[in-house]
């Protein structure tokens, strides 16, 4: 028969296993969550950024998008893509172009109805995004008209507001900043010539926005999360910038930049 010290050990012994178990089953995630960055070392300037809860999307309460450790993007709905904001319709990207080159940590962190949650981290590295031709680089000015305001499209809301516009070429992006002291900054690729303009670019959740050259509020979106895509025809001549769309289906973002600019720095 076993002595009361002995049967004490083994007491012991049991609640210590009991304890062990009850803090790993803890520590594990309740739910499993991937990311389309799952197994990428080095990321392109643009991509899409997508978040998969192994869960029902009626359990999902929010999916955040950190970069190295700050939220950058929150989704509720699926699908659960970095930069956007209207259900799938169109899907924004994750465009780079403001992070210095080199590593940085990727997190998906998806939170359940019941606030448990559930992480998914990736360190890739960060590719340099490049200068702009110094003829372009720099900050233009011009006057947006009531006339320019009717290239604007109807089906992507209402039109860009007349007034003062700002546009500033710098290797982030192609930031239009409006008379309000808001704006919007593009990814964008300048050749001698000729711009090709992408998606926006989004530095933080939608409705904050980033502060730049004294503007507040720069966000993700032109005419949708995605663009549309646009190319323009650019020259430089006695300090002005005349733009003229070679192809452009955002028609609120033609009604900003086809025109003469005038250099201010």
């Known amino acids: ?5 002995r049967l004490l050990a ?17 520590t594990r995630q309740p739910f499993k969550v991937t990311s389309t960055l799952d197994r990428k070392r080095v990321l392109p300037l643009r991509m899409r950024w997508l978040a998969y809860p192994k869960l029902r999307p009626s359990k999902v309460a929010s999916v955040d998008f950190l970069i190295d450790g700050k939220v950058r993007w929150v989704e509720h709905h699926a699908p659960y893509n970095y930069a956007s904001d209207d259900h799938g319709r169109n899907l924004g990207f994750l465009i780079t172009t403001w992070l210095t080159a080199g590593p940085h940590r990727f997190t998906v962190r998806a939170t359940d109805t019941i606030g448990r949650k559930s992480t ?3 360190v890739a590295r960060v590719l340099p ?63 001698p010539g000729v711009i090709h303009v992408y998606a926006p670019i989004a530095m933080a959740p939608e409705g904050i926005g980033v502060t730049r050259f004294g503007h507040s509020g720069i966000g993700p979106q032109d005419c949708t999360p ?6 323009y025809r650019w020259t430089v001549s006695v300090g002005k910038l005349t ?20 250099r201010v720095r």
């Open 243 to 262: 733009l003229k769309a070679i192809h452009e289906l955002c028609g609120q973002r033609r009604a900003i930049w086809e025109g003469v600019w005038k």
């Open 129 to 191: 995004a490049a200068n702009p031709p110094p003829a372009l680089g720099g900050m233009w000015t011009r006057v947006v008209t009531a006339a320019d305001l009717k290239k604007s499209d109807p089906k992507f809301g209402s039109g860009p507001p007349a007034g003062s516009w700002k546009l500033v070429f710098d290797r982030v992006g192609a930031w239009h900043l409006d008379p309000l002291g808001s704006g919007v900054v593009n990814q964008y690729v300048a050749r």
């Open 10 to 26: 083994l007491a012991l012994v049991a609640f210590v296993i009991v304890v062990a178990t009850a803090a790993a089953a803890t």
């Open 226 to 231: 995605a663009g549309p895509f646009g190319t």
């Open 1 to 5: 028969m076993p002595t009361p010290s």
């Open 120 to 122: 998914d981290s990736v």
